[in-house]
């Protein structure tokens, strides 16, 4: 007949942790009628050593699927080695980047206030190539489109990266060239290269009578920085920028205020070519 084991549990019980045989079909509780609570069944110790041997042989199993999965992903890396070589993919096939980047123009002659667009292209060609342009210097600037604009005379370098394969880049080298400004009659030129305007005084490069080239103007009336400014900065009496000058207009660089204190650096560009700045 098939017997369970229990043991009382009961700690006020005088049979507290004692094992007793109960006949398969009786109440399975402790023989004690002072207790008579339930039994905590055991384990025959031959079921013990069987359950022990078969969670051994389950745990067994399970190391020699986690050794076979190991070699498996070893033989997988090694196979991608092989066929992908060093190449310097990130990715395999299934997220494929571009390898290499042309401009249809590497080397461009402007002349200051030109503007010009260079043409990145990617190969292969029918993946996705998304382009970041940057410049060496203020000679020149350039937007997200690869429109340049020539801001001053001097060399300088657009370089293009791909912004999927951050390895790939190819420069544009630009010449600005000087302006010829057409021929006005000169306001006050003194002969240390100052000019003294109905709105500041001016110190620097002069054309034709007008601020041109590098130079610094000092506002003694609050004005416009430059009419053709889209952002219409203003400068208060006292404010001076230094920067690059064209046909008068102040067209780059730094504006600060009477305290010698950087307000922001600016960029506006050379307006229509035979424009001027009043005096």
């Given at each position: 007949m098939?017997?369970r084991i229990g ?12 094992e007793?045989?109960?006949d398969?079909g ?11 609570q ?5 384990i025959?110790?031959k079921e ?7 969670n051994?042989s389950?745990?067994l ?17 090694g ?5 992908y ?6 990715e395999?096939?299934?997220y494929?980047?571009?390898t290499?980047?042309?401009l249809?123009?590497t ?9 010009v667009?260079?043409?990145p292209?990617?190969e292969?060609e029918?993946i ?16 997200n489109?690869?429109?340049?604009l ?8 657009v ?16 010449k600005v060239?000087a302006?010829?400004p ?9 002969s240390?290269?100052?000019l003294t305007?109905s ?8 054309k ?7 130079g610094?103007l ?6 416009q ?12 009496v006292g ?12 067209i780059?660089?730094?504006?600060y ?5 950087l307000?922001?650096r600016?960029?506006?560009g050379v ?7 009043s005096?």
């Amino acid at each position: 007949m098939v017997k369970r084991i229990g043991k009382c549990t009961n700690i006020d019980c005088e049979n507290y942790n004692q094992e007793f045989e109960i006949d398969a079909g009786q109440e399975f509780v402790c023989p004690n009628p002072k207790c008579g609570q339930p039994l905590k069944e055991v384990i025959d110790k031959k079921e013990r050593k069987k359950k022990k041997k078969n969670n051994t042989s389950v745990g067994l199993n399970w190391k020699l699927i986690g050794v076979a999965v190991i070699v498996l992903i070893g033989a997988t890396v090694g196979v991608w080695k092989i066929v992908y070589g060093s190449n310097n993919l990130t990715e395999p096939e299934l997220y494929p980047v571009p390898t290499s980047i042309t401009l249809d123009k590497t080397e461009v002659v402007m002349t200051v206030g030109d503007k010009v667009v260079i043409v990145p292209k990617a190969e292969p060609e029918d993946i996705t190539a998304t382009f970041v342009f940057s410049v060496s210097s203020g000679e020149i600037d350039v937007n997200n489109s690869g429109e340049i604009l020539a801001i001053k005379e001097g060399d300088a370098i657009v370089s293009v990266k791909c912004k999927e394969n951050p390895n790939l880049h190819v420069n544009c080298n630009i010449k600005v060239k000087a302006k010829e400004p057409k021929p006005v009659q000169g306001a006050n030129v003194s002969s240390d290269n100052t000019l003294t305007l109905s709105y500041g005084k001016y110190k620097g490069e002069i054309k034709n009578g007008y601020p041109h080239g590098s130079g610094k103007l000092t506002y003694t009336k609050a004005r416009q920085i430059n009419k053709y400014d889209s952002k219409a900065r203003m400068a208060a009496v006292g404010d001076y920028v230094d920067g690059e000058f064209f046909n008068g207009f102040f067209i780059s660089g730094f504006h600060y205020n009477s305290k010698n204190e950087l307000i922001e650096r600016i960029t506006i560009g050379v307006g229509p070519e035979d424009s001027f700045e009043s005096k």
